[in-house]
């Protein structure tokens, strides 16, 4: 649903999911092996592996910087889970598996409606919604999202 964006969509999109699935495969296997090399894996924490894991060594310091990133990154993931929502709503709508009013389109070619829906509908998740189930949801979703995306 994003391909609407890029340039020359039919070489660039295969190209950019097997190199983005390539790196961070490979960033995931380098973060995974260095965890376990700080600590056993019985130990590592389930709520915030690095950060733990630098405390248990006595890195205070890299525990700062690794729980900085943990909070900096989650609103990145926010956003793009925000920029990405409405363009799938329009491509699910114009094949008929959603309502019509997600393939809205506003006179600069905006998907208004359903940037807003989306946009409600994550704000409330958000705010009654305990994070730790939020969390393991969108693990759970990202893992759903790439498992699709390697099968087909």
Same mark, same amino acid.
């Given at each position: 649903?994003?391909?609407?964006?890029?340039?020359?969509?039919?070489?660039?999109?295969?190209?950019?999911?097997?190199?983005?699935?390539?790196?961070?495969?490979?960033?995931? /296997?380098?973060?995974?092996?260095?965890?376990?090399?700080?600590?056993?894996?019985?130990?590592?924490?389930? /709520?915030?592996?690095?950060?733990?894991?630098? =405390?248990?060594?006595?890195?205070?310091?890299?525990? =700062?910087?690794?729980?900085?990133?943990?909070?900096?990154?989650?609103?990145?993931? /926010?956003?793009?889970?925000?920029?990405?929502?409405?363009?799938?709503?329009?491509?699910?709508?114009?094949?008929?598996?959603?309502?019509? *009013?997600?393939?809205?389109?506003?006179?600069?070619?905006?998907?208004?409606?359903?940037?807003?829906?989306?946009? *409600? @509908?994550? /704000?409330?998740?958000?705010?009654?919604?305990?994070?730790?189930?939020?969390?393991?949801?969108?693990?759970?979703? *990202?893992?759903?999202?790439? @498992?699709?995306?390697?099968?087909?």
């Amino acid at each position: 649903c994003m391909s609407h964006e890029a340039i020359n969509p039919q070489r660039n999109m295969p190209l950019s999911i097997v190199y983005t699935l390539g790196i961070v495969t490979l960033l995931y /296997v380098a973060a995974a092996l260095a965890l376990t090399g700080m600590q056993p894996y019985t130990d590592i924490s389930d /709520v915030s592996g690095f950060p733990s894991a630098f =405390q248990s060594n006595d890195m205070n310091w890299a525990a =700062q910087i690794a729980a900085f990133g943990e909070v900096f990154t989650l609103p990145i993931v /926010v956003l793009i889970s925000i920029m990405a929502q409405p363009r799938l709503q329009y491509a699910l709508a114009k094949d008929g598996l959603l309502p019509p *009013i997600f393939a809205r389109v506003d006179e600069n070619g905006n998907l208004w409606w359903g940037t807003v829906i989306a946009g *409600i @509908a994550m /704000v409330l998740i958000a705010s009654f919604v305990p994070f730790h189930h939020l969390n393991d949801m969108i693990c759970a979703g *990202i893992l759903i999202a790439f @498992a699709m995306t390697d099968s087909s």
